[in-house]
């Protein structure tokens, strides 16, 4: 066949409209955006499939629930149930309120809103460099106990003693993240990442149509927050994951280290094996509770509970009697290890 001008042209032609339709396609399917901020004083970070610019109804969002549940906004809900104000109960605070009690039920007490007390009187709350002695913390457990304060029919909050103090920080975060991936579904997004705080759900694939990886940092004494030593990978799609530590939030006083977690049955930060627990769960705010429950049961009793649950699974980091560094698996947990 002789090539011809005309040919040439028409081939050219060809060419160049096969490559605009396939950049129309291409350019059909929607980038990754990638959305952060700050809120409840730590960084949140959102990836998403879709054109759309969603930050500005997202850091909406996130304001709203912090009005809700933030104990230290004076203007809160959870703020004006805590000074026992008349107050208008929101959704937020409703399901989180009945959520917290069911985990609460579940743990037997091991998880419990009412510990603010506790972690305002060892420092790790509005005050800084305090200890208290048994007697104030024998004095505390009189207005402590999630048994104590319940929801009535009218939604309203019925308190056994006018004491006691809510503080959700041990579910908000993972709450919050649940509220940020509704409105992401809502609005059709198929494809996406939130993270409050190092509370995370996945849905779909990520960028490079893989599922998405979530690394867990090392349980080592890192109250800065700036080794970011891995401990393992998890591979996850369509699931919820939270992990809980002692170490980062901390400190020495005559040479025995304090922890944040603290046991409300006791009052006291709990001293036991476990360095932390990442729990893998539907939901985030399900997660974020499970693995403080963890952090306070201490080994043997976070085994039962996490075999015991459906669609729950969890890995827990802890020491055994050799002082080495030791991993638990649920075996659905183990499916999701990409890499150690």
Not at 84 to 97: G, H, K, M, P, W
Not at 116 to 145: H, K
Not at 157 to 177: C, H
Request: proline share 3%.
């Amino acid at each position: 066949m002789k090539i011809t001008s005309k040919n040439l042209i028409f081939l050219s032609v060809l060419i160049l409209a096969t490559i605009l339709i396939l950049y129309k396609s291409r350019k059909e399917v929607s980038a990754y955006q990638s959305v952060d901020g700050l809120i409840f004083g730590t960084i949140y970070h959102i990836n998403y499939q879709s054109e759309e610019e969603l930050k500005p109804a997202i850091d909406q969002l996130l304001q709203d629930f912090n009005h809700s549940l933030s104990p230290f906004d004076s203007t809160s809900v959870i703020s004006k149930v805590n000074r026992n104000e008349d107050v208008e109960l929101d959704d937020y605070f409703i399901t989180i309120f009945n959520r917290s009690m069911e985990i609460s039920e579940l743990t037997d007490g091991a998880f419990d809103i009412t510990v603010s007390p506790f972690v305002n009187a060892w420092g790790f709350g509005f005050q800084n460099e305090v200890f208290p002695d048994s007697t104030t913390i024998d004095s505390l457990l009189a207005f402590t106990g999630y048994e104590k304060i319940e929801l009535n029919s009218e939604n309203e909050i019925v308190k056994k003693d006018p004491r006691i103090t809510l503080n959700a920080s041990a579910i908000a975060k993972g709450y919050a993240v649940d509220i940020i991936a509704d409105f992401l579904t809502s609005k059709g997004i198929e494809n996406f990442m939130v993270e409050i705080g190092g509370e995370i759900i996945t849905k779909g694939v990520n960028a490079n149509k893989e599922n998405w990886r979530i690394g867990i940092n090392k349980p080592v004494e890192d109250s800065l927050s700036i080794k970011g030593d891995l401990q393992l990978i998890l591979e996850l799609k369509d699931n919820a994951v939270a992990t809980s530590g002692n170490y980062r939030n901390y400190y020495y006083r005559d040479g025995i280290r304090y922890a944040h977690t603290i046991d409300p049955r006791t009052g006291y930060p709990v001293q036991h094996e476990i360095l932390s627990a990442t729990i893998v769960a539907p939901d985030c705010m399900t997660a974020d509770a499970i693995a403080t429950s963890c952090m306070v049961m201490g080994l043997d009793r976070s085994k039962n509970l996490l075999n015991s649950l459906a669609g729950v699974e969890g890995c827990i980091i802890y020491l055994n009697e050799n002082g080495e560094i030791v991993e638990f698996f649920t075996d659905g947990m183990r499916e999701s290890v990409l890499r150690k």
